[in-house]
């Protein structure tokens, strides 16, 4: 696992060329980050050292070192290295202590994304923090669990955490001690959630909320088709669409077999989809095709309607102008934020078009925030009843990007 010392550089610092203007960003600071949940002993620091691994070393260097020798190391490492805000183990004078909840083998290179979107929102703040990463293997009651009680036990102000659906049931029986920010959960898949811990807050987004909001774009008199994609998140919003008692006059789901026959099908399925209400609960490749053979085969249903799924730039460049005609997009995301869209750009994170990035950072400012409650805030969105409440807008794809249909 390779160890990230991070270096926040000033790269706005300069006058921009054309404006003439003083980039707003701070100057540059250091912090050192452990994304490594493995344990590293005596043994394995010496062998970082001797490998000329110097990153790694601090980064690794764990509160229950007692080698003078490595200490000393240590103590003369970091102050060469002029790491004045990194702080190597728990027991520093670090202001903000945040730990991150990964299950690294289910969710597999997004987690780096999601790392960095944390130390975004914590470089982008003035104080001192320490922030580790713990792996939780399987997302079990005991895994959760066992994490949970690490995390408690090693004084962190509070933990974000990124679940898959497999973690949902056992999501009640938890009893954190400190704020728990579950960011890719909404409350309403937890059952039951009215006895939930106060701990507990959730910040995944609501379909039921988001084809309430494309409801108003159907045409009334038409039927409904449902083109779904099989996995979890497709079927939750075929499931919701079904909740608003839509009519459903044809509905599919989609895999990666179906879809390549997808076009010969389409002339059995013509006189439905014409002058209907389409929804896309697809990915967004899966969606561009569907949209690019409507077009081809002449086909073309009321109103085209997609959720968070549909919410993707890469529509731009799958799709033709023409494709998108009819085209209605619900999302949480989309807004300006400010400057942190600029620190999350440095780590190529995307703060715009992804909603789980976006979560996650309104987790790290809600803890950042309950030590530091006069800091500055990059998002506007409440809480209610420890769930995020999301402003859900209604995009139109529009040439080359997306515009808010007023």
């Known amino acids: 696992m390779r160890i990230v010392a991070l270096i926040c550089l000033l790269l706005f610092g300069i006058l921009f060329a054309r404006e003439q203007r003083l980039s707003p960003l701070p100057l540059p600071t250091m912090e050192m980050v452990n994304i490594n949940p493995t344990e590293c002993d005596v ?78 929102y914590l470089t982008s703040q003035p104080y001192s923090f320490f922030f580790e990463v713990f792996d939780i293997g ?45 960011a890719s959960v909404h409350k309403e898949q937890v059952i039951p959630n009215n006895s939930l811990s106060s701990n507990l807050l959730f910040g995944g987004i609501s379909y039921h909320e988001q084809i309430a909001a494309l409801k108003r774009f159907m045409e009334p008199r038409a039927r409904a088709v449902l083109f779904n994609d099989e996995s979890a998140t497709g079927l939750r919003i075929a499931n919701e669409i079904k909740q608003e008692h839509i009519p459903v006059a044809l509905e599919e789901s989609l895999n990666s077999k179906t879809i390549s026959t997808f076009g010969r099908n389409l002339k059995y399925q013509a006189n439905i989809l014409r002058g209907s209400n389409l929804f896309l609960n697809t990915p967004i490749n899966n969606s561009a095709f569907i949209l690019s053979q409507l077009t081809y085969n002449r086909i073309q249903p009321a109103t085209i309607l997609t959720t968070q799924l549909g919410f993707n730039h890469a ?77 859900v807008k209604v995009y139109r794809a529009r040439n080359h990007e997306f515009e808010v249909v007023e």
Not at 363 to 369: C, K, Q, R
Not at 370 to 390: A, D, H, I, P, T
Request: aromatic content about 12%; some cysteine; hydrophobic content about 40%.
């Open 43 to 120: 043994a394995c620091l010496s062998e970082l050292l001797q490998e000329g691994q110097i990153f790694s070393f601090l980064a690794r260097f764990g509160q229950n070192i007692k080698d003078n020798r490595l200490l000393s190391t240590f103590s003369t490492l970091m102050e060469q290295h002029g790491f004045g805000l990194a702080y190597a183990n728990q027991n520093s004078d670090a202001q903000v202590k945040i730990a991150l909840i990964l299950p690294k083998k289910s969710i597999g290179s997004y987690s780096l994304s999601t790392i960095n979107t944390v130390l975004a």
């Open 138 to 182: 399987e997302e079990d009651l005991q895994g959760l669990s066992t994490v949970l009680g690490t995390i408690e036990n090693r004084g962190f102000g509070g933990a974000i955490a990124i679940c898959t659906t497999k973690a949902i049931p056992f999501i009640p029986q938890l009893t954190p001690k400190i704020p728990l920010f579950i």
């Open 315 to 391: 529509l731009f460049t799958l799709t033709q102008q023409n494709d998108r005609l009819f085209l209605f997009v619900s999302s949480v995301t989309g807004r300006k934020i400010g400057d942190i869209r600029e620190y999350a750009a440095l780590l190529d994170v995307d703060l715009y078009y992804d909603w789980i990035h976006y979560s996650t950072a309104i987790g790290a400012e809600y803890l950042y925030h309950q030590l530091f409650s006069g800091s500055k805030k990059w998002f506007s969105e409440k809480f209610r009843e420890n769930q995020v409440k999301y402003d």
